[in-house]
């Protein structure tokens, strides 16, 4: 969103505990590395910001701002508990004496105290304002990849069926039961079986731990994490690219994730998995196609030529430089009250 927004013209500063990519785009940067820092910046801003734009994980971010400046806060709701676990497998798991739990304060709270919301998808977007009582004003903006991400140079052809973002170790997930949830990012039964069927699996992810390493390594392609930058180009060197998982999860079953539209922005078609809302947006506009295996995946491979074909003449269609308008006029709603 940013990148856009400034290349209209808004000053958009920065304030983060993280140096992301282009951050030398930004009108300035504040580096915080905790509340106190985060609470200074924000008092920095406060006689010259029209409006703050929180992204979260985390969401607490609204109520340090509102406790601090009066200016009105956007919140883009990225992800959420409540799309993690359905209430009735929260109800089965407390039965089972485990502390499961959907509604945490912390998005309670700062989802119902922003003045304006942003969500990805509408699928998501209905479960949260109906699970929160949200009515403040909202827009769906999906993670569209701004223009200038869009590939054309490619690197060596590596083929396969291409994953990039979040993964856990199933014993991670175990470990705690709050986790639950995050079952949908536990990819080594796919992973497993991607190997016996001669399946080329290729990941990109931040998890470089010894345990994550040892499970995956013989029989998956593990590749270094990229900057988003050079990670279109990466991912742009294979057949396929993976949405959802080998088995139903609440998450995927209503998420609209970024990883989406970097497979478009790379000129990847889409192979999805489980995941609904993915699967009316992809055949719908004919840029995937929605299959209950690896196996139903291996039989339609070749579809892949004519789906790339379709993608190329579609794809600039989802670059966040022709929706951001529609930001700035959530924008103007909040700020004009």
């Known amino acids: ?21 282009y951050y030398e785009y930004y009108k300035s940067m504040s580096f915080a590395a ?20 929180v992204h979260n994980e ?5 109520s340090a701002i509102k406790e601090t400046v009066d200016k009105p806060v956007i919140l883009d709701i990225h992800d959420s508990y409540a799309a993690r676990t359905t209430i009735e497998e929260e109800a089965e798991l407390r039965h089972q004496g485990k502390d499961v739990t959907r509604i945490f304060v912390e998005e309670r709270t700062n989802f119902q105290l922003a003045d304006g919301l942003v969500f990805p998808g509408e699928v998501f977007a209905d479960l949260v304002k109906k699970e929160f009582g949200l009515e403040q ?14 590939a054309y140079s490619g690197e060596g052809w590596l083929g396969g069926l291409v994953y990039e973002g979040r993964i856990d170790m199933p014993e991670k997930i175990a470990s ?14 796919l992973a497993q079986k991607a190997h016996e069927i001669g399946l080329g699996f290729h990941i990109y992810t931040s998890n470089k731990s010894e345990s994550f390493i040892e499970a995956y390594d013989e029989i998956s392609y593990l590749h ?30 209503v998420a609209f994730p970024n990883k989406m539209f970097e497979y478009i922005a790379a000129n990847v078609p889409i192979c999805v998995m489980n995941a609904g809302a993915c699967a009316e947006f992809v055949e719908k506009h004919g840029i995937g196609i929605v299959v209950n295996s690896l196996k139903e995946l291996m039989d339609r491979w070749d579809e892949s030529v004519e789906i790339r074909k379709n993608m190329i003449k579609k794809r600039q269609t989802w670059c966040m430089d022709r929706h951001i308008d529609k930001l700035v006029d959530l924008y103007e709603e909040v700020i004009d009250g």
């Open 58 to 62: 985390p969401s607490w971010y609204v």
């Open 137 to 150: 004003p909202s827009l769906t903006l999906p993670s569209y990849c701004p223009k200038r991400l869009y």
């Open 176 to 189: 705690r039961d709050y986790l639950h949830g995050f079952r949908y990012c536990d990819y080594l039964e």
């Open 1 to 21: 969103m940013a990148l856009p927004l400034i290349e209209q013209g808004h000053d958009v500063h920065l304030i983060a505990q993280v140096t992301p990519s």
């Open 224 to 253: 270094e994490p990229r900057p988003i930058e050079s990670l279109i180009n990466g991912i742009g060197r294979h057949d396929w690219g993976l949405v959802g998982n080998i088995f139903p999860t609440p998450e995927w079953d």
């Open 34 to 53: 905790g509340v106190g820092q985060y609470i200074e910046a924000f008092k920095q801003h406060a006689d010259t910001a029209d409006i703050f734009h």
